[in-house]
C-alpha cells in the first residue's frame, strides 16, 4: 500500500485543465487539451510529485453553472489518461462521490486503476456537496453522509478480497492489501471518517485543531501506530518560475523564501501537501512543477 514514508513531507497537486470551475480556472486551460494535460502530469511524474489529483462531478445545474462551470471531466477515464502517460506519481480522485455509485462498481474503477498503472491508485472519497446532482442521479442529498459510511467498508472490502460473498472481480489491485484510502471534508463526520482509513484531504487548509480530533479518533480506534497521510491545501498560489502577475497573497521569490512561507502556511503534523501555481500555459505549467521539485521541495519537512 502506498504510504507516506517517516519524516517525509510529501506533496502533490490537483490538475489544471481537467476541472474548470470559473473560482479558478485561467484563460489559457479553456483551450488546453490532451496534449497540455499530459505534458503537465508528465512534468509533475518527472518532478517527484507524490500525486496529481483529479475532481468529481456527473453533471452541475444551470444556476451554478456561472460558478463551478460544466468542464468537469470523467475521474477515472482521465485517472486511466494519466496512468498511461506517467511512471511514478499515484492517481488521486479528489474526491471520488461514492454515493453515487454501488461500491462494487467504484471497486472495480480503482482496482484496474490500480492495476494498469502498476500499483499508483489511491482512493479518495467524499459525500459530496452539489445537491441538485444528487437529486438528479436519484440519491437522498441529506442521507449522502449515511450512504458514504455504509459503503466505505464494501468498497474496502471488494478492494481486499477476490470475493465478497459469493461475487468476484479481476482484475486485482497491484497494492496489497489494497490502494489506500484517503477521504475528504472538514466536518466532524468527514474527520471520524478519515480516522478510520489512511488518510485525509481536508477541504482547504487543515488545522490544529482538526489534526488532533483525526489523531483522538486513530488513538481512541488503535490506529495511532499505522501510517496516516495528514493532508493539507495550500491556499496561496505559487510563483517558482516568474511569467504571471504576482497577485495579492501569491508566495514568490528565491527558493529559500518560499520555502519559509509554505512551512509558515502549514500546521504541525502535515505529511501530505497540495500546491498550486500561477501560470500562463500549459508549459508555464510544467515548468513550475519542475522547478518546485528541484528548488523548493528539497527544502520542505514536516515540521
Given amino acids: ?5 517517516d519524516g517525509t513531507l510529501a506533496y502533490g497537486t490537483q490538475l489544471a485543465i481537467q476541472s474548470q470551475s470559473s473560482l479558478y480556472v485561467a484563460d489559457w486551460e479553456r483551450d488546453a487539451g490532451p496534449a497540455e494535460l499530459a505534458q503537465i502530469a508528465r512534468a509533475a511524474d518527472a518532478a517527484g510529485f507524490f500525486y496529481v489529483a483529479v475532481c468529481d462531478h456527473i453533471a452541475i445545474p444551470r444556476d451554478k453553472a456561472d460558478a463551478m462551470g460544466l468542464w468537469w471531466q470523467d475521474t477515472f477515464t482521465t485517472l486511466g489518461f494519466l496512468a498511461a502517460q506517467t511512471e511514478r506519481t499515484a492517481l488521486l480522485s479528489h474526491v471520488f462521490v461514492l454515493a453515487y455509485r454501488h461500491a462494487l462498481v467504484a471497486a472495480k474503477a480503482y482496482a484496474t486503476l490500480d492495476f494498469l498503472s502498476g500499483g499508483r491508485a489511491i482512493a479518495g472519497i467524499g459525500a459530496g456537496h452539489v ?17 458514504t459510511d455504509e459503503r466505505l467498508p464494501w468498497l474496502a472490502d471488494a478492494l481486499t478480497h477476490t ?12 497494492q496489497t492489501p489494497r490502494p489506500p484510502i484517503w477521504i475528504g471534508g472538514s466536518g466532524k463526520p468527514a474527520l471520524r471518517r478519515a480516522a478510520r482509513y489512511e488518510g485525509w484531504l481536508p477541504q482547504g487548509p487543515a488545522t490544529d485543531e482538526s489534526i488532533a480530533y483525526i489523531r483522538e479518533q486513530r488513538e481512541a480506534t488503535g490506529k495511532s501506530d499505522e501510517p496516516f497521510a495528514f493532508g493539507h491545501v495550500l491556499i496561496p498560489f505559487l510563483h517558482v518560475v516568474g511569467g504571471a502577475d504576482v497577485r495579492e497573497g501569491d508566495i514568490s521569490g528565491p527558493p529559500e523564501q518560499i520555502a519559509e512561507a509554505i512551512a509558515a502556511n502549514t500546521p504541525s503534523g502535515v505529511n501530505q ?3 498550486r501555481f500561477r501560470a500562463t500555459s500549459a508549459t508555464h505549467m510544467a515548468d513550475q512543477l519542475s522547478a518546485f521539485g528541484e528548488t523548493i521541495a528539497p527544502l520542505l519537512s514536516v515540521q
Fill in 1 to 5: 500500500m502506498l504510504t507516506i514514508p
Fill in 131 to 147: 445537491e441538485a446532482e444528487f437529486d438528479t442521479l436519484g440519491v437522498s442529498f441529506a442521507d449522502r453522509g449515511r450512504i
Fill in 163 to 174: 470475493y465478497v460473498g459469493d461475487m468476484g472481480a479481476c482484475p486485482r489491485p497491484v
Fill in 273 to 275: 501537501l497540495q500546491v
